[in-house]
């Protein structure tokens, strides 16, 4: 098993579309989770950490399920800019230790007119 | 402005060659990392270092080195040892602080003739 493994993609919405993305990680242990965004042949970007009590930025909502092991990402109200690729970044030891961060594969998420 | 600086952004290189890809970070943060990503592929871990004068495997370190000299700098070097050195690489640091945002420089892509 993947220590980190992401809904397979791509997702193509119509504008306007709510859309959702899973990322099971594998380490229970596991302390840190984000989302980041990564546009076609650039660099990832931070779109959002995700809290145990969830957190919600504007159109963007992330959850963390301990139990099962999963974060989510949740998309209202898709915008043509939102087309992206989605990676999820979970980091076992937690981020003060700046140690090893675990990317996942990435959903290609494209919206269209 | 502070930031991560790779360099170069474009290489190409005929096989058998070594080549050291450039690394530079003002942000006075202590944990560097290089990721290699190939198209349609999530980012992979090569070499990480949390401090100076050490540094730790990736998952996919063979074929390539790195050196931590200075906090600053953590360059990375593909050896002819790598069988399959065309990519796209990708320089972070975090900051151990609130965020544990991971900050990116813009890449560099490798390509062997």
């Known amino acids: 098993r993947k220590e980190v493994e992401q809904d397979p993609g791509p997702f193509n919405v119509p504008e306007g579309a709510t859309v959702a993305f899973n990322c099971t990680y594998s380490?229970?242990?596991?302390?840190?989770f984000f989302w980041y965004r990564q546009d076609c042949r650039k660099e990832p970007k931070l779109l959002m950490s995700v809290y145990s009590s969830g957190n919600e930025d504007g159109r963007f909502t992330a959850q963390l399920n301990r139990a099962s092991q999963y974060i989510s990402l949740l998309i209202r109200d898709s915008k043509l800019s939102d087309s992206a690729t989605y990676l999820c970044?979970?980091?076992?030891?937690?981020?003060?230790?700046?140690?090893?961060?675990?990317f996942g594969q990435g959903t290609e998420l494209s919206v269209k007119p | 402005d502070g930031g991560i600086t790779q360099s170069p952004k474009y290489l190409f290189r005929k096989e058998g060659q070594n080549v050291t890809l450039s690394c530079e970070q003002n942000?006075?943060?202590?944990?560097m990392y290089w990721y290699r990503q190939d198209p349609g592929q999530g980012l992979r871990l090569i070499y990480y270092?949390?401090?100076?004068?050490?540094?730790q495997k990736g998952d996919i370190a063979e074929g390539y080195s790195v050196s931590r000299e200075k906090k600053e700098s953590f360059p990375l070097t593909v050896t002819s040892a790598q069988k399959n050195p065309t990519a796209f690489y990708l320089c972070?640091?975090?900051?151990?602080?609130?965020?544990?945002?991971?900050?990116f420089g813009e890449g560099s892509r490798l390509t062997v003739l």
């Open positions: 972070a640091s975090i900051r151990t602080g609130d965020t544990g945002e991971l900050f």
């Open positions: 270092s949390q401090i100076v004068n050490d540094f």
């Open positions: 942000l006075n943060h202590d944990a």
């Open positions: 970044v979970v980091i076992p030891g937690g981020y003060n230790q700046g140690g090893k961060l675990i």
């Open positions: 380490n229970s242990a596991s302390q840190s």
